[in-house]
T-cell receptor
Framework: NAGVTQTPKFQVLKTGQSMTLQCAQD?????MSWYRQDPGMGLRLIHY???????DQGEVPNGYNVSRSTTEDFPLRLLSAAPSQTSVYFC??????????????FGAGSRLTVL | GQNIDQPTEMTATEGAIVQINCTYQ??????LFWYQQHAGEAPTFLSY??LDGLEEKGRFSSFLSRSKGYSYLLLKELQMKDSASYLC??????????WGAGTKLIIKP
C-alpha cells in the first residue's frame, strides 16, 4: 500500500515550458486535490476532484489544468510555466468528500522551480 | 469573509509543554484540523475537532471553542522530533479546507 505517490520530486523549468505533475493513489479514495505551498502562506487549493470524470477549481486555478479519467490518477498540468508558479506542490486524497472528518493523505511533494 | 491566524514561530525546551494557538473567522464551520509537517516532508494528520472541548491523543491534545473561533494544540513532554511546523485548518460550509500559514516549532535541548 503505497498511499499517494507524486512524481517528479524536483523539476526545473524555463518560462513558457509545459509539464505534468503526476499523482496516483492506491487507497480507492474518491476525493483528490492539488495544493501549492509557498513560504509564509497557507496551503492553497488549485484543483480538486470528487470522483472519476469530475473536477472543479479551487482558490488558485489559473495556469493549471487537471483531469480525472480514473479513480487512481489525478495529474496536474502546467500549461505555460511562469516564475510565479515556483512552489512546492502537494497532491492529497481522502476517502469521502463533503464530510467533516475528511482526513487528507498527502503525497511527498514536488518542488518546482521556474526560471 | 474567512480568515485563519496562527503564530509564525515558537521556541520551547525539550521535556516542556507548549501550546500553539489558532484563531479563525468563518460564517460556516465543519470542524478544525491540525497537521504536522516536518521540513521538506508532507503534512500528516494530528487531530480533528468539531465539538467544543478537549481531545487527547497521547502527548498531543487539541481544544476547540466554536463561539470564540479558537483552537489550540497542546504538546506535552516535548521531544526533539517534535520540531516541525504545525498547520491549523478549518473546514468551511462547502467542506473546503482553509489553511493557516503554519507555526514553526523549534525545540531546544
Amino acid at each position: 500500500n503505497a498511499g499517494v505517490t507524486q512524481t517528479p520530486k524536483f523539476q526545473v523549468l524555463k518560462t513558457g515550458q509545459s509539464m505534468t505533475l503526476q499523482c496516483a493513489q492506491d487507497m480507492n479514495h474518491e476525493y483528490m486535490s492539488w495544493y501549492r505551498q509557498d513560504p509564509g502562506m497557507g496551503l492553497r487549493l488549485i484543483h480538486y476532484s470528487v470522483g472519476a470524470g469530475i473536477t472543479d477549481q479551487g482558490e488558485v486555478p489559473n495556469g493549471y489544468n487537471v483531469s480525472r479519467s480514473t479513480t487512481e490518477d489525478f495529474p496536474l498540468r502546467l500549461l505555460s510555466a511562469a516564475p510565479s508558479q515556483t512552489s512546492v506542490y502537494f497532491c492529497a486524497s481522502s476517502v469521502t468528500p463533503g464530510t467533516g472528518a475528511n482526513v487528507l493523505t498527502f503525497g511527498a511533494g514536488s518542488r518546482l522551480t521556474v526560471l | 469573509g474567512q480568515n485563519i491566524d496562527q503564530p509564525t514561530e515558537m521556541t520551547a525546551t525539550e521535556g516542556a509543554i507548549v501550546q500553539i494557538n489558532c484563531t479563525y473567522q468563518t460564517s460556516g464551520f465543519n470542524g478544525l484540523f491540525w497537521y504536522q509537517q516536518h521540513a521538506g516532508e508532507a503534512p500528516t494528520f494530528l487531530s480533528y475537532n468539531v465539538l467544543d472541548g478537549l481531545e487527547e491523543k497521547g502527548r498531543f491534545s487539541s481544544f476547540l471553542s466554536r463561539s470564540k473561533g479558537y483552537s489550540y494544540l497542546l504538546l506535552k513532554e516535548l521531544q526533539m522530533k517534535d520540531s516541525a511546523s504545525y498547520l491549523c485548518a478549518f473546514m468551511d460550509s462547502n467542506y473546503q479546507l482553509i489553511w493557516g500559514a503554519g507555526t514553526k516549532l523549534i525545540i531546544k535541548p
